[in-house]
């Protein structure tokens, strides 16, 4: 006997897919309705086969609704968002007696977070990672975060994991009753202090034992509860206040350790790294250096790592403040014992912006010593003597500054600079005369005990040939082409370039053919040195050209016979490259022709340079006077 109209009119045809990722609407039910018009009515025929998909529909009856998801219910419909947990989307929270929760695994009807404001399991869907995270957390547990193995796990870790998970839900609604001005009871809390005191006696726990109405604070309106409740909140969370005694004495700079007695017991600063960063960023922006030094010296906190980076940004408050002599220190010297100093993490360009506010006195402008824009004098710069010592003892305490070259150009380029810096930051370069070769002898003689004693000691004393008062700036450049040198002789083979060191010299040629000259003591180095010039011109053929565009022909006449009239050959082939480089660009060196009256005027066609270098100078000559 057929089914009666009521009934055809009610069936329906259920398709259960158990693989989510290969259902085309991403639910678990699908409901197909026989009331729209199908192949099975227009047919009207018992049995209908789909010979695409090999589908055979023999029978039909009424369906019933299976188990499925809150968000797959046909009777009730549902909202997605991302991660909404303040309270139910639309009607979500209606059920039918089949509705499982996404999160629980469990009839709707029995989950007890359904539509607990801050959880509302209800809003959980499996299009959102929020809430594919959530599940996946619920199956596997809490303990989880603790990358525990399987087989460590126990009943009783079990347990703990699961009232672990009841408080984090039992904080989170809490939280949820405070954001939305509920009134909470006043509850007695444990001291975690220490020492551990009573309840009710200490200071900080009284705080969170105070009755808060939060509904009368709404009555005051938005602004007027905020002053009350923010500070609470803040006393909550052990976020002391801008005029608590510790902050302020340690602020003022009269209590630098950031701890006190108080009854009896030591009291320290105490932070986490959000509130340290917060003053910090709050002091930095009124421009507070000094304070922020003093809180930053004072405070302690758990994150280790992160009160580091912090710290290693008080030499440049320092400079801010114009104590460049204290910022010098700070970058050598460790707030505390255990720490190591700032200088192991400068990076190169770093340490040419300290070197260069320590030579002028000045600082940029912005809160950051990378951050672009003018720069100003805020102090007296650094004496020659204590730069080049302090410059020096950084680069000793790094060892990835000491095997760059850019580090040592940096270096020469200072110390052949006035400390006069313009407010775009660029320096006034030096052309120092070459001093008398006595003195020469004298600083060379007395630099090598100088620099082992600033690799092992903290307190050096210059010796009298480098504190010398008309020749201080010579000095300490000699002093420094010493250091390159015994560099050069250790560490040449983690060296990537010369070119650059060469080129720092500018027109001070003297003290760059002083070293040329020493490493002449050695082959092998001085093999090394020159091959890795030839490689540098060679690589950076273009970028020398236009150097040479702005410097000028004098100073290339100057360094194509610095190098042409060495002794060694090895050295001239440097002034041989040079010089078929420019005639090989001729079109781009306009100035070249400038090259052959210095030539005749220095006398170098006449000088016994070699077959090869005598050729070359000759040829390049003949060129211009063709002309």
């Excluded at 693989?19 to 099975?40: H, M, Y």
């Excluded at 990835?400 to 407010?423: A, Q």
Aim: net charge neutral.
């Amino acid at each position: 006997m057929g089914p009666s109209k009521r009934e055809e009119k009610e069936q329906s045809i259920i398709l259960i897919s158990d693989d989510e990722a290969e259902s085309t609407l991403g639910n678990s039910v699908l409901l197909v309705d026989p009331l729209e018009k199908s192949a099975l009515e227009e047919e009207k025929s018992e049995e209908v086969v789909d010979e695409e998909c090999e589908l055979m529909v023999t029978f039909c009856k009424q369906a019933k609704v299976m188990p499925h998801a809150r968000y797959d219910c046909t009777i009730h419909p549902f909202e997605r968002m991302e991660c909404d947990t303040c309270s139910p989307l639309g009607k979500n929270a209606d059920i039918c007696n089949q509705c499982y929760c996404y999160i629980c695994d469990k009839l709707a009807s029995e989950c007890q977070n359904w539509t607990t404001p801050s959880l509302c399991h209800c809003n959980a869907h499996n299009k959102s990672k929020f809430w594919k995270d959530q599940r996946d957390f619920a199956l596997a547990g809490v303990l989880v975060m603790f990358n525990l193995d399987l087989t460590d796990i126990d009943a009783d870790l079990r347990h703990g994991g699961s009232l672990l998970i009841k408080f984090i839900q039992e904080l989170s609604v809490e939280y949820n009753k405070y954001l939305v001005g509920e009134r909470m009871p006043p509850t007695q809390h444990e001291c975690f202090c220490l020492p551990k005191l009573p309840p009710g006696q200490c200071n900080i726990c009284r705080s969170r034992n105070m009755e808060i109405v939060y509904k009368s604070w709404q009555n005051l309106g938005h602004t007027d509860s905020l002053k009350l409740a923010v500070p609470c909140l803040l006393q909550s969370l052990n976020v002391v206040p801008w005029d608590h005694v510790l902050l302020t004495t340690v602020l003022k700079g009269q209590n630098v350790t950031g701890q006190r007695t108080q009854k009896g017991r030591k009291v320290f600063l105490w932070e986490t790294l959000p509130v340290i960063e917060a003053r910090v960023e709050k002091l930095v922006d009124k421009k507070n250096y000094k304070e922020v030094v003093r809180y930053l010296r004072a405070v302690k906190c758990n994150d280790t790592k992160g009160l580091r980076d912090l710290r290693d940004k008080i030499p440049f408050y320092l400079c801010k403040t114009g104590d460049f002599l204290d910022a010098a220190h700070s970058l050598l010297f460790p707030v505390n014992s255990l720490a190591c100093c700032t200088a192991c993490r400068i990076t190169p360009f770093q340490f040419e912006v300290y070197l260069k506010m320590f030579r002028t006195g000045s600082v940029p402008t912005g809160k950051d010593m990378l951050e672009p824009g003018p720069w100003i004098t805020v102090g007296s710069p650094l004496k020659d003597g204590v730069l080049v010592k302090q410059a020096l003892k950084l680069l000793y305490n790094n060892v990835s500054l000491y095997r760059n070259p850019k580090c040592w150009s940096s270096l020469i380029m200072i110390l052949g600079s006035s400390n006069f810096l313009e407010k775009s930051g660029h320096l006034h370069p030096l052309s120092l005369k070459e001093p008398p070769l006595d003195f020469q002898k004298g600083v060379l003689a007395a630099s090598g005990g100088l620099l082992e004693e600033l690799k092992s000691k903290i307190n050096v004393s210059l010796p009298p040939a480098i504190l010398s008062p008309h020749l201080h700036h010579e000095a300490c450049l000699i002093l420094a082409v010493q250091a390159v040198q015994q560099m050069l002789f250790c560490d040449l083979p983690y060296l990537t370039s010369f070119l650059e060191i060469a080129l720092a010299f500018g027109n001070n040629f003297w003290a760059l053919r002083l070293l040329l000259d020493h490493l002449s003591y050695e082959e092998h180095v001085l093999h090394g040195t020159v091959n890795l010039i030839l490689r540098d011109l060679n690589r950076q053929k273009a970028t020398m050209l236009k150097l040479w565009q702005n410097l000028g022909p004098q100073y290339v006449g100057e360094f194509l016979c610095l190098f042409l009239t060495c002794r060694h050959k090895k050295m001239q082939s440097i002034g041989l490259f040079t010089l078929n480089i420019i005639t090989e660009n001729l079109h781009m060196c306009p100035w070249a022709k400038h090259l052959c009256n210095f030539f005749h005027n220095a006398g170098l066609r006449h000088l016994p340079l070699g077959t090869a270098a005598h050729h070359e100078v000759s040829k390049f000559i003949n060129i211009f006077e063709k002309l």
